[in-house]
T-cell receptor, first 113, second 114 residues
Framework: AQTVTQSQPEMSVQEAETVTLSCTYD???????LFWYKQPPSRQMILVIR??????QNATENRFSVNFQKAAKSFSLKISDSQLGDAAMYFC??????????FGTGTSLTVIP | DSGVTQTPKHLITATGQRVTLRCSPR?????VYWYQQSLDQGLQFLIQ???????AKGNILERFSAQQFPDLHSELNLSSLELGDSALYFC?????????????FGEGSWLTVV
């Protein structure tokens, strides 16, 4: 089974600064999708950004962007101009050809005013 | 609003009891997933259904069972409940097929076992 690893249990960032959350994964597949989900204190799971493995261009959604390194099996999330509302747990997820989703253990992000 | 509907939102029950959690997937989504998230824990995959058939099973206890009905809604049955079963149970849905479809989560059902 594929594994997704988030090595940073907790991160903090000053408001308006930039922070990068790390994610690595293990797979033998060549076609797959990667996701970042945000879980605020309300506990709702919200999709932040998605990356297709066949695309070399890194996905971007407003202040959120990824650094996708396919050879290194790395998929980091960069949050620019951090806002208080960005404080949440962030989960990295992998979806392969089997239509199953594998989640990392999460990174808790604190935004300091 | 993700389009995935879960009921009930909150449930308090006693140990040894049985509860049923219900999920209606997004319109057109054929796959339903169930996840368990205990306090301060990650997401534990329980089970996946596609168009009424079980497709994958994760760390689901024998006391738990699920099914997906012809109208595609799904139910997760939890029986002989224990204190440790207290958790947030998520349902999620996606369209089958390798087209990059995203998994969309409901708001979850909070289960408290006392």
């Amino acid at each position: 089974a594929q594994t997704v690893t988030q090595s940073q249990p907790e991160m903090s960032v000053q408001e308006a600064e930039t922070v990068t959350l790390s994610c690595t994964y293990d797979t033998s597949e060549s076609d797959y999708y990667l996701f970042w989900y945000k879980q605020p204190p309300s506990r709702q799971m919200i999709l932040v950004i998605r990356q297709e493995a066949y695309k070399q261009q890194n996905a971007t959604e407003n202040r959120f962007s990824v650094n996708f390194q396919k050879a290194a099996k790395s998929f980091s999330l960069k949050i620019s101009d951090s806002q208080l509302g960005d404080a949440a747990m962030y989960f990295c997820a992998y979806r392969g050809t089997g239509n199953q989703f594998y989640f990392g253990t999460g990174t808790s992000l604190t935004v300091i005013p | 609003d993700s389009g995935v509907t879960q009921t009930p939102k909150h449930l308090i029950t006693a140990t040894g009891q049985r509860v049923t959690l219900r999920c209606s997937p997004r319109s057109g989504d054929l796959s339903v997933y169930w996840y368990q998230q205990s306090l301060d824990q990650g997401l534990q995959f329980l089970i996946q259904y596609y168009n009424g058939e079980e497709r994958a099973k994760g760390n689901i206890l024998e006391r738990f069972s699920a099914q997906q009905f012809p109208d595609l809604h799904s139910e997760l049955n939890l029986s002989s409940l224990e204190l440790g079963d207290s958790a947030l149970y998520f349902c999620a849905s996606s369209v089958r097929g390798f087209s990059g479809n995203t998994i969309y989560f409901g708001e979850g059902s909070w289960l408290t076992v006392v």
